[in-house]
């Protein structure tokens, strides 16, 4: 059964500095891995997806890599902002359309 | 933006009341979810739907149905609501694109609370 875990659960910065979140996955057999962002009280935004044959995707001050070897995702955020503050979880897929296996998420406080 | 509606927003109900909530989508996407979230667990998923009339359960089923009589329309059913189902409930389509892939997007979530 795939597992997906996140550390740290809970993450807190000045603004301004560039921050990495994890992501592991017990399963290295992935189809594909996401990273959304949620904001209190909101649904879930799509912010990156990585396909198995990639190694990386960029958008904007966003990087998301993929080590599907280790089992292993960063999301690196550079020059961070206060809005950059929310929820980033990250889910992996072990087929097409198979329904995504999500971590419980990094809640992320930038501070002015 | 997946054009993904869900209804009702927020409800409150009574326990053993049956509840249905209801995930429109106007892309005529085949694959439907839900998932329900809740602190500590994370998002887990309830049901979902492979195409109209084709549906699978997920980890956390019991207590629940689905319907999916049209491919815009994919309903989920409390069938006798109780309190551990009070959370907040997410709908979530899977669109392809041959260049990403199969991106998944969410809906804005339905937050029932059983009293």
């Known amino acids: 059964k795939q597992e997906v875990t996140q550390i740290p659960a809970a993450l807190s910065v000045p603004e301004g500095e560039n921050l990495v979140l994890n992501c592991s996955f017990t399963?290295?057999?992935?189809?594909?891995l996401q990273w959304f962002r949620q904001d209190p009280g909101k649904g879930l935004t799509s912010l990156l997806l990585?396909?198995?044959?990639?190694r990386e995707q960029t958008s904007g001050r966003l990087n998301a890599s993929l080590d599907k070897s280790s089992g292993r995702s960063t999301l690196y955020i550079a020059a961070s902002q206060p809005g950059d503050s929310a929820t980033y979880l990250c889910?992996?897929?072990?087929?097409?359309?198979?329904?995504?296996?999500f971590g419980k998420g990094t809640r992320l406080s930038v501070i002015a | 933006d997946a054009g993904i509606t869900q209804s009702p927003r927020h409800k409150v109900t009574e326990t053993g009341t049956p509840v249905t909530l209801r995930c429109h989508q106007t892309?005529?996407?085949?694959?439907m979810y839900w998932y329900r979230q809740d602190p500590g667990h994370g998002l887990r998923l309830i049901h979902y739907?492979?195409?109209?009339?084709?549906?699978d359960k997920g980890e956390v089923s019991d207590g629940y149905s689905v319907s999916r009589s049209k491919t815009e329309d994919f309903l989920l059913t409390l069938e006798s609501a109780t309190s551990s189902q009070t959370s907040v409930y997410f709908c979530?389509?899977?669109?392809?694109?041959?260049?990403?892939?199969?991106?998944?997007?969410f809906g804005e979530g339905s937050w029932l609370t059983v009293v």
């Open positions: 889910a992996v897929t072990n087929s097409g359309n198979t329904p995504l296996v």
């Open positions: 979530a389509i899977s669109k392809s694109d041959l260049n990403s892939g199969n991106t998944i997007y």
């Open positions: 990585i396909q198995s044959s990639q």
């Open positions: 739907s492979y195409g109209v009339k084709d549906t």
């Open positions: 399963d290295s057999a992935i189809y594909n």
């Open positions: 892309e005529n996407h085949r694959y």
